[in-house]
T-cell receptor, first 111, second 114 residues
């Protein structure tokens, strides 16, 4: 079964405490992305990766980092989280025809 | 550059009534077009997509969408709403080449009234 798995699903953290959201896909896709979803703004791309060791900024990259050391994994790193990063985050894997497969989402609250 | 607009951030229909969710796009090249659905507390899943084959596209759960180039529209319809259709719906567009960036609209929340 095609799957994108992200963890944790729910997280409350404090301002400035580094955190990592992991993401893994089992479809052998080269293209992976991170999105954040905020009310009224839809989904905005944070970072994307076209292949191993190839990453690039999306529309809202400030405050985030990513890495792509293996094809299946694409973690999202918040080095110093701030309250404006409170959001719902989705990892996504993109296949042929640009069909996107999403993870179930990670609810992040920064207090 | 592509963009997507969805008319109506919230739509309410009665159970059994027609569902019509509007999507207009802009693209300088022939696009791929998508509708995704997000049920409460879940990720997004593909409902249907258009990739330049038939202009009327059928998706899951009885939904369909028609690509109208002259109107730059890709509206989503379902003849008879069911309570289980209550969800957030996102229209999206990409260029008609693989591995291109997908741009999402702001979403339309559908409520179904019993």
């Amino acid at each position: 079964e095609a799957q994108v798995t992200q963890n944790p699903r729910y997280l409350i953290t404090v301002t400035g405490k580094k955190l990592t959201v992991t993401c893994s896909q089992n479809m052998n896709h080269e293209y992976m992305s991170w999105y954040r979803q905020d009310p009224g703004l839809g989904l905005r791309q944070i970072y994307y990766s076209m292949n191993v060791e190839v990453t690039d900024k999306g529309d809202v990259p400030e405050g985030y980092k990513v890495s792509r050391k293996e094809k299946r994994n694409f973690p999202l790193i918040l080095e110093s989280p701030s309250p404006n990063q409170t959001s719902l985050y989705f990892c996504a894997s993109q296949g042929a025809g640009n069909t996107i497969y999403f993870g179930e989402g990670s609810w992040l609250t920064v207090v | 550059a592509q963009s997507v607009t969805q008319l109506g951030s919230h739509v309410s229909v009665s159970e059994g009534a027609l569902v019509l969710l509007r999507c207009n796009y802009s693209s300088s090249v022939p696009p791929y077009l998508f509708w995704y659905v997000q049920y409460p507390n879940q990720g997004l899943q593909l409902l249907l997509k258009y990739t330049s084959a038939a202009t009327l596209v059928k998706g899951i759960n009885g939904f369909e969408a028609e690509f109208k180039k002259s109107e730059t529209s890709f509206h989503l319809t379902k003849p008879s709403a069911h309570m289980s259709d209550a969800a957030e719906y996102f229209c999206a567009v990409s260029e008609g080449t693989s591995y291109d960036k997908v741009i999402f609209g702001p979403g339309t929340s559908l409520s179904v009234i019993p």
